[in-house]
């Protein structure tokens, strides 16, 4: 199955059964997963080697990571959703409904999953993800007999790579056709968002991140907001450099590189210049700030508090890029409707 832009799984198709292959489960990953998907009313050929066997298409399942929600409601299996760890922090309507229905158990929180609860709920499957292959608490649960496929969705840096996970869940659900067609509209969106910031004739500097303690942490040259904002046909101030994870600069530096950009997008969880400025009255020496031309998705929030940015973007990236196509370059979509991002207040 074609797998375009995504670097870290792919999909083998056979007569009978698939083979979902995960190559990056976590960064710097030294193991590659094998999952056999048997699909209904067939047997395992023998002499296949694989790290679990998953019956598909899957009518039990628990994810742990909201950007995994939207390809559940992609392709239609929201209700195959029993269990999830911290549900205030999802923000789709239609599993919104679903937990108030009490149809979804809340699992308590990633980093402290209440397992026993877990396993009583009987799932076919969880999908986890993980930082590296540590993790204990899947080990408790894999010990039980119920398989843990592991996601690396949040480990792409490229937008369309991250949207293509959604034919991940596809295979798990014999979906591969409804996957793919729904990533081709994203892509085709994004191609054209793309091809009309092309279109403007001026390219504004930006500038992203914020300040923790004493440092700014920054995204990198290479990292998935940076594509983006590349993308929108705007000059990212850090977009030489390159790394995993943000980078950590001095105020004075960033203050010093960045003084003059035309925009700050995502600073934070600042919601407005009054609380920019009580965290440092120093950031009105930018003239992002004087000018407020500052950009947060902060402040767009589900019905229980969730960010609206963090689940839906990776499976929306043609949102987000017209968000910020309409940031940077307001003349090409003059009656855009933003998604995700908002001026600061």
């Given at each position: 199955?074609?797998?375009?832009?995504?670097?870290?799984?792919?999909?083998?198709?056979?007569?009978?059964?698939?083979?979902?292959?995960?190559?990056?489960?976590?960064?710097?990953?030294?193991?590659?997963?094998?999952?056999?998907?048997?699909?209904?009313?067939?047997?395992?050929?023998?002499?296949?080697?694989?790290?679990?066997?998953?019956?598909?298409?899957?009518?039990?399942?628990?994810?742990?990571?909201?950007?995994?929600?939207?390809?559940?409601?992609?392709?239609?299996?929201?209700?195959?959703?029993?269990?999830?760890?911290?549900?205030d922090y999802v923000s789709s309507d239609s599993i919104r409904k679903l937990i108030n229905k009490g149809e979804i158990t809340e699992l308590g929180q990633n980093e402290a999953i209440n397992t026993e609860l877990l396993i009583s709920l009987?799932?076919?499957?969880?999908?986890?993800?993980?930082?590296?292959?540590?993790?204990?608490?899947?080990?408790?649960?894999?010990?039980?007999?119920?398989?843990?496929?592991?996601?690396?969705?949040?480990?792409?840096?490229?937008?369309?790579?991250?949207?293509?996970?959604?034919?991940?869940?596809?295979?798990?659900?014999?979906?591969?056709?409804?996957?793919?067609?729904?990533?081709?509209?994203?892509?085709?969106?994004?191609?054209?968002?793309?091809?009309?910031?092309?279109?403007?004739?001026?390219?504004?500097?930006?500038?992203?991140?914020?300040?923790?303690?004493?440092?700014?942490?920054?995204?990198?040259?290479?990292?998935?907001?940076?594509?983006?904002?590349?993308?929108?046909?705007?000059?990212?101030?850090?977009?030489?450099?390159?790394?995993?994870?943000?980078?950590?600069?001095?105020?004075?530096?960033?203050?010093?590189?960045?003084?003059?950009?035309?925009?700050?997008?995502?600073?934070?969880?600042?919601?407005?210049?009054?609380?920019?400025?009580?965290?440092?009255?120093?950031?009105?020496?930018?003239?992002?700030?004087?000018?407020?031309?500052?950009?947060?998705?902060?402040?767009?929030?589900?019905?229980?508090?969730?960010?609206?940015?963090?689940?839906?973007?990776?499976?929306?990236?043609?949102?987000?890029?017209?968000?910020?196509?309409?940031?940077?370059?307001?003349?090409?979509?003059?009656?855009?409707?933003?998604?995700?991002?908002?001026?600061?207040?």
């Amino acid at each position: 199955m074609e797998i375009k832009y995504a670097k870290g799984f792919s999909i083998e198709k056979y007569d009978g059964y698939d083979f979902l292959i995960i190559k990056d489960p976590w960064p710097d990953a030294d193991k590659t997963y094998r999952y056999l998907l048997l699909k209904e009313g067939t047997t395992a050929p023998a002499n296949l080697a694989y790290d679990q066997i998953i019956q598909v298409p899957v009518k039990k399942l628990v994810v742990t990571s909201t950007t995994h929600i939207p390809s559940l409601e992609a392709l239609g299996v929201e209700k195959t959703l029993i269990g999830f760890p911290g549900l205030d922090y999802v923000s789709s309507d239609s599993i919104r409904k679903l937990i108030n229905k009490g149809e979804i158990t809340e699992l308590g929180q990633n980093e402290a999953i209440n397992t026993e609860l877990l396993i009583s709920l009987e799932p076919e499957l969880v999908v986890g993800f993980a930082v590296n292959g540590n993790n204990k608490t899947y080990s408790t649960i894999e010990r039980t007999g119920i398989p843990v496929i592991y996601n690396g969705d949040w480990t792409e840096n490229s937008p369309l790579g991250k949207a293509e996970w959604v034919k991940f869940f596809g295979a798990l659900y014999n979906k591969n056709e409804e996957a793919s067609r729904y990533f081709k509209k994203v892509e085709t969106n994004y191609k054209m968002a793309k091809n009309l910031a092309a279109t403007a004739e001026k390219k504004p500097t930006v500038l992203s991140g914020s300040m923790y303690k004493d440092q700014w942490y920054v995204p990198y040259g290479n990292s998935w907001l940076a594509r983006f904002i590349e993308e929108a046909n705007a000059s990212y101030i850090y977009k030489e450099t390159t790394g995993s994870g943000s980078m950590a600069l001095a105020f004075e530096t960033v203050l010093s590189d960045a003084q003059n950009v035309d925009y700050w997008v995502a600073p934070g969880q600042f919601g407005s210049y009054v609380q920019l400025m009580e965290a440092s009255p120093h950031y009105d020496q930018f003239k992002a700030v004087k000018e407020q031309k500052v950009y947060t998705y902060s402040s767009t929030k589900g019905e229980t508090g969730g960010a609206l940015f963090f689940e839906l973007a990776p499976n929306r990236p043609d949102l987000v890029l017209r968000d910020l196509i309409a940031i940077f370059h307001p003349q090409l979509l003059p009656q855009h409707q933003f998604t995700f991002f908002k001026p600061l207040q």
